[in-house]
């Protein structure tokens, strides 16, 4: 069991910044996956990028320039910097962590991010 505790949503206007972090009850194990999912009213939700054990970073095209995902091993922490925000990405932001040998899910409880225009 992983247990993810997201904190960082708020509202801010457009072109601003916001920081989202996730605490995880433990460190990433080798070959496991952390990332940030996002779902807007009326929407599906969508990958917004994802970081290995090793370090690689995958960002969705939508926001590849603006958003930088990095990871404080000692504190158990992921983040989300996100600048130049769009009302577009308005949504609730969702930490998760994917273990690789069952390939199990854990998902966060989601923090709002508000972008007005």
């Known amino acids: 069991q992983v247990q993810l505790v997201e904190s960082g949503g708020g509202l801010v206007q457009a072109g601003g910044s916001l920081r989202l972090s996730c605490a995880a009850s433990?460190?990433?194990?080798?070959?496991?996956?952390m990332g940030w999912y996002r779902q807007a009213p009326g929407k599906q939700r969508e990958l917004v990028a994802t970081?290995?054990?090793?370090?690689?970073?995958n960002y969705a095209d939508s926001v590849k320039g603006r958003f930088t995902m990095s990871r404080d091993n000692a504190k158990n922490t992921l983040y989300l910097q996100m600048n130049k925000l769009k009302p577009e990405d308005t949504a609730v932001y969702y930490c998760?962590?994917?273990?690789?040998?069952?390939?199990?899910?854990?998902w966060g409880q989601g923090t709002q991010v508000t972008v007005s225009s």
């Open positions: 433990r460190s990433i194990f080798s070959g496991d996956v």
């Open positions: 970081i290995t054990s090793d370090g690689n970073t």
């Open positions: 998760i962590y994917r273990t690789r040998w069952n390939n199990n899910v854990y």
